[in-house]
Every structure is written in C-alpha cells, then in structure tokens.
C-alpha cells in the first residue's frame, strides 16, 4: 500500500523505503481488489453469548496432579506431557534467529555479583527440571535467567530490570520450583487426595510457598501456563486466581493444594480476607513481576496488604521483583523489603532488539484511516495480525468493519467480561481468528509466539504510555527472535510522539519517513545514532542521601564493577526490550481518551 494517505501538501510523503510487507506497487481505494488478495479465508462470526461449558478458563489448565502417594520421583504422565509441553518434533525453536544476542548487554549493580550460568547443564538442576527445561524447547539460558538461576539458587533477593520478552518468567520460576522440589513433600501443606468430594475442600487451606503477584489477568494466565509446565513432576502444584474469573472455581482448585500461586492484586487480597481457606504463613518466595505497573499510585495500600498482611514471617522470604523500569515507586518498595545484599540484574538496553521488526509509519488523515486499514490489510499475507487501537468503541468498531469486509477478526477491551476476554485470545492463538483488535490492555505482557504483524491503528497517546507502550507494542510481533513486521498510522495529532518515535526509527535503523526528518536531533546522522543508555534511576538512586540502596560496588567508580555481559556465538535473541524514552510511571493501557483509559479492568 502507499505509505501516505492524504500527507498535508507541504509534505509530501516521499519516503522510498516501501513498507517492507507491501505486496507489489501501491493502490489507492478506487484500484483495490474487490476481495483480500490473500486468503484469510471465512470469517468466523463471534458468538459472545455461547456458554458451553466444555470451554475452560485459564484458571483449569490441566497440571500435573498429586496427592502425596507416589515415591520420590513422579512418574512420567504421556497425555499431560503431550499437552503442556506439545508433539516432541515441535518443541525446539525451529526458524528463530538467535544471531543478535552478542548485542545484549546485562549489568549488575550493588555490593554482591554473580557469577552466570551458560547452559542449563551447567545450573545444577534436578534432573526432572533439567528434563522440562528441555521439553520447554529453551537450549540456551537467556541473558536474564543466565544471572537470575543462580541469584536465586544462592539464596539472594533480587531485583531484575527486564521487560516481558526477555525470559524473565523462567529465570525465576526455574530456580524457585529447583529449589523447593527436592524438600516438596517436606515443605507442602496437607492436602486432599483425589477422592475427597468438592464439598469437603473447604477443610483444606491453600499455604502457598510461591507467591507470583502481577498486574493483568492474561498476563497471570500466562505464567500460570508456565507454571505448569515447569510444575510438571516436581509435586509442586501451580494455581491461578484473577479477578473476572469464578471465584467458587479458583477457590476450590487452590483447595485442591496449591504450592504455587500466580496471581492480580485485587482477586489476591480478596482471597487473604478468607483466612479459613487461604493463608500465606508458609510462604517462601513472593515475585513482583511487572513492579512498575503493580506500583500505581492508585494501588498502594494493596500493595502494602499484599506484602505484610498474609501471615508470612518475614525472615523466611525472599523477595524477587521484576520491572520494566525502575521508578522511585519500586525503588521504595525495595528499600522496604528486599534484603540489604539483594542481587541487581539489568537488561541493558538493546538498541537493536527491534531489529527484527520492520516498522514503517504512515502518514494518514484521520478520516482516512480505515481506507488506509483495509488496504493494509489486503497487502499482508494471512498471518497473525494484533491491531492496536486506543478506545474501546474503536476496537468495537474497527473489528466490526473488519468482519464485514470479510475478515477473520476478534476483538478485546475492558468493557469485555473475562469470559470473553479469555475465549478472544484463544481464538487468536489458536488462529481461529488471526486478526485481533486490541486496546493497550494487551500490549503488555502478551506472548503469542507467532504474530506477523503489528497495526497500529492508533499510535499511543503520548500521555497514556507514549513511546513506551509503542516499544511494548510492536514487541508482540518479532518474538523470540522471529522476524515481524509494524506499520503505524501517523496522523496530525500525534505530533507529540513524533520525536520519540524518529528516535526510535533512528535507533532501530529503520527509514525515517519525510514528515518526520524534521524531528531528527541537529547535526545527528541516523545512521550513528544511539539513544544514551537509560540510567537516570539508578543515578537517582545514588543521590538518595542515606539510601540503604547506595551500593558503590567494588572500588571501580561509576557503575562499579558493572559485569557487562556481552558474548557472541551463543544462541539467543530478542530477549528484552529498550528501556525507551526512560518514562517510568505509566505503562496504563492507551486510552486515547481520558474516559476510556483501559486501567481499572487489569485487576
Ligand atoms: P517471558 O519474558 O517470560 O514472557 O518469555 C518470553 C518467551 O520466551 C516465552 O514464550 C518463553 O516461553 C520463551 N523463553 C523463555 N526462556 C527461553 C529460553 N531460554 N529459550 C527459548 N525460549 C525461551
């Protein structure tokens, strides 16, 4: 398609740097073909009202079960393994390009450093996990979980700044669950064996020893389903509880037994109100993930519920939080509860992690936009889309548009109840309908493996997550090292996020188009151009005066002793997200509009 849709006359758009997915020269409405060039095939109506009950929440994903009968070692179980972990030839990570990851930088900060690991032989893994690992289809250890496995595994607290995308779920669910796998049977709380009936659970509590806090249900979902897999043969059992999800439900799986507990602020403290049933005196670990957006000002007070009113003894935790960026806010909650020679890990800042995503941006008049779309569309092959947009009634009506041009679309927002939301995304993952309309609810967080293709509809407000959530936005595409590809709508009004973005084009070697040269920083060759490394906060934090955290390290100076990691040959790639634009604080969806800021229904 033409990389301009009506381009205000004293710009005319001449970029010559073709959207890299356009098929063939570009057409205007009046030249397009009357159908998708492409086959998206038949588009499937959504049948919101449909409640058959074969259809399971993320909440009733298949684990492994025990009821403490077995011996030490839990037998294999060949129906379970097929559904977590997938048909043996498909578990490697077939196509990825893992050619980038010399270019990852991790440093680590403060008095105590680690040694890494190189390979998961290498990580003293029980074999069981050993085992799973491999079946996960993860042959080399990410930069994050190269520093985390063995932080966690010596004993430490830790703070890891990394973005989803990176690995970050494993590097603490790996260690944590190795750890406790060898003392399960010592450690769990009396649980019911299988026979006993539903009613009678409520006899049992739930004790977790794992507690995993996060921000968004999908995203709770997620490391539910990861969980799972890396549950699997330990005795360890995961759990999950979000709000929107039945509560009667969750409660009676954490009944069940629950040793692992992935959950969202607001279902969590529902459920500590219930101390007959739920209790977290044996807990032994508690991850933060997503700390930043956990830390809204607005969620304070949970917060501060969730991480001293559960019984737990203090002395017996050990506090992980993982953060896209590291605002006052964390840095606090660190302070307050992370122990004084806690472990700090930082993915550095990659300018090239977008590298395998193409991104083009496009300029179009508002009015133009959905002519601009449809003719997007026509030009990409049949491959999973994510379509961003910024309001609820623009996802309503965008996947309306969609559907009755013929294709195979869903949609999500927070007006959408849980059910709905959790029946969109399967049908997105499952391919039944590869094309998703989507707030910024989905941007964060969100692993699906193989989307090709990025739409911003709307390009992030510059108020409401601005070029960060752009950053997190495109990154659902090229995951894992696969290549994607991001076409964005510019219009007049996102002039505000017009420097940022040329930044980031320019950081990312990507063509910067012509109505946008005139954000390109004095005297600057595109070519050249770095963005600093982001490290405003830890700077702040060194200017705490009597900061518990003011760890100078070693005597090196300035980021002293700085293990900067940097190795070339080894597998890996695409493993976090640059830090961009440094703005910590929000991260909330994208509400384009202040009345429809997608926030309240992530809890
Ligand atoms: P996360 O940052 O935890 O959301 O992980 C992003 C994706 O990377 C998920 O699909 C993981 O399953 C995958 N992943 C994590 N660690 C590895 C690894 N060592 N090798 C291959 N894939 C991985």
Known sequence: MSDSWGAPEENPVANPAAPSHAAGPSTTAAQRPEGPVADWGQPVAFDYTETDVDRQWGSNGAIYEWDGEEGDVAPVNPELELQLFGSPDKRHCAGVDFSKIAEISVSQEGEHRIVPIFKFKDAGLHPIMLKNVEMAGYQTPTPIQKYCIPAIKMGYDLIAIAQTGSGKTAAYLIPILNELMGKAKKLVARRPVSEVPRSNLANFRAEPLVLIVCPARELAIQIFDEARRFCYRTLLRPCVVYGGGPIQEQLQQIGRGCDVLVATPGRLIDIMQRSHLFTLRRLRYMVIDEADEMLDADWHEEFEQILVGGEQEQGNVKYMLFSATFPGAVRAVAREYLAMNHIRVRVG?????HANISQDVIFVKQELKREALIDLMYSLDPARTIIFVNSKRTADEIDDYLFHKGMPCTSM???????????????????????????GITSRGIDVRNVRYVVNYDLPNADHGGIQEYVHRIGRTGRIGYTGSATSFYTERDEPLAEDLTKILME???????????????????????????????????GDAGDAWQTNG??????????????????GDGWGAPNAGGTAE???????????VDQDDNW
């Open 349 to 353: 800042r990659i300018g090239s992690t």
């Open 413 to 439: 927002h927070s007006d959408r109840t849980q059910r709905e939301r959790e029946d969109a995304m399967r049908a997105f993952r499952s391919g039944r309908t590869p094309i998703l309309v989507a707030t």
């Open 508 to 542: 990312t070697r990507q063509p910067v188009p012509d109505f946008l040269q005139q954000y390109i920083p004095e005297g600057v060759d595109p070519k050249e151009f770095k963005m600093e490394d982001d490290t405003s906060d830890i700077e702040d934090q060194a």
């Open 554 to 571: 070693p005597q090196d100076g300035q980021n002293a002793g700085a293990n900067s990691w940097a190795s070339g040959g080894d597998a």
């Open 586 to 596: 929000d991260g909330w969806g994208s509400g384009g509009n202040s009345n429809n």
